[in-house]
C-alpha cells in the first residue's frame, strides 16, 4: 500500500465515513490550528436514535462565537450536558448488539471533564479507531 495521509478536522464523535476512508489511508492528521468555525461538527454530532436523528452539541466558554484556534477552545460545565448527552446514547443504544461490552467505555468519556474540545474530541476519535481495529495512525499537524 502507498503511505497517504488524510488531514481532517477534530470533530465531536467523528462520523463513519471517516472509519471507511481510514481503510484506504495510512495516516489520519488532525488539524489543531486553523481557526474554530461555529456552525461545525467540531462541538455537535448527530447520531440516528430510535425516534430519528437525535443532535447533540457539547456547549462552549464563551457560546459559539468563538475566536482562535480549535485546539483552544474551552468546554463550558455550567449545565448537565454529559448526563443528557449519556442519557441520550444509553437510551438510543441500550438494545443494540455489543452496547454492554462498550457501555462502561463510553460512560467514562462523560464522567471526565476536559478542558478543551479538541482533547474531548481526540480521546473519543482514539477510543473508535482502537475499538474498530484501524491500523491507521493518528498525529496533529505541525503547523
Given at each position: 500500500?502507498?503511505?497517504?495521509?488524510?488531514?481532517?478536522?477534530?470533530?465531536?464523535i467523528?462520523?463513519v465515513?471517516?472509519?471507511?476512508?481510514?481503510?484506504?489511508?495510512?495516516?489520519?492528521?488532525?488539524?489543531q490550528?486553523?481557526?474554530?468555525?461555529?456552525?461545525?461538527?467540531?462541538?455537535?454530532?448527530?447520531?440516528?436514535?430510535?425516534?430519528?436523528?437525535?443532535?447533540?452539541?457539547?456547549?462552549?466558554?464563551?457560546?459559539?462565537?468563538?475566536?482562535?484556534?480549535?485546539?483552544?477552545?474551552?468546554?463550558?460545565?455550567?449545565?448537565?450536558?454529559?448526563?443528557?448527552?449519556?442519557?441520550?446514547?444509553?437510551?438510543?443504544?441500550?438494545?443494540?448488539?455489543?452496547?454492554?461490552?462498550?457501555?462502561?467505555?463510553?460512560?467514562?468519556?462523560?464522567?471526565?471533564?476536559?478542558?478543551?474540545?479538541?482533547?474531548?474530541?481526540?480521546?473519543?476519535?482514539?477510543?473508535?479507531?482502537?475499538?474498530?481495529?484501524?491500523?491507521?495512525?493518528?498525529?496533529?499537524?505541525?503547523?
Amino acid at each position: 500500500m502507498i503511505s497517504s495521509i488524510l488531514i481532517i478536522e477534530n470533530q465531536y464523535i467523528s462520523p463513519v465515513y471517516l472509519f471507511k476512508k481510514s481503510g484506504i489511508v495510512t495516516g489520519i492528521k488532525i488539524e489543531q490550528y486553523e481557526e474554530y468555525q461555529k456552525n461545525s461538527f467540531r462541538n455537535r454530532c448527530i447520531l440516528m436514535g430510535p425516534n430519528g436523528l437525535l443532535p447533540l452539541s457539547v456547549p462552549l466558554v464563551n457560546g459559539r462565537h468563538q475566536k482562535g484556534l480549535v485546539r483552544d477552545i474551552r468546554i463550558c460545565y455550567k449545565e448537565n450536558w454529559p448526563l443528557r448527552h449519556w442519557r441520550s446514547i444509553h437510551d438510543a443504544y441500550r438494545k443494540s448488539p455489543f452496547f454492554e461490552v462498550y457501555m462502561d467505555d463510553i460512560k467514562s468519556f462523560f464522567e471526565s471533564k476536559p478542558i478543551f474540545l479538541f482533547d474531548w474530541n481526540l480521546a473519543w476519535l482514539e477510543w473508535l479507531f482502537k475499538k474498530s481495529g484501524s491500523q491507521c495512525t493518528i498525529s496533529l499537524t505541525t503547523e
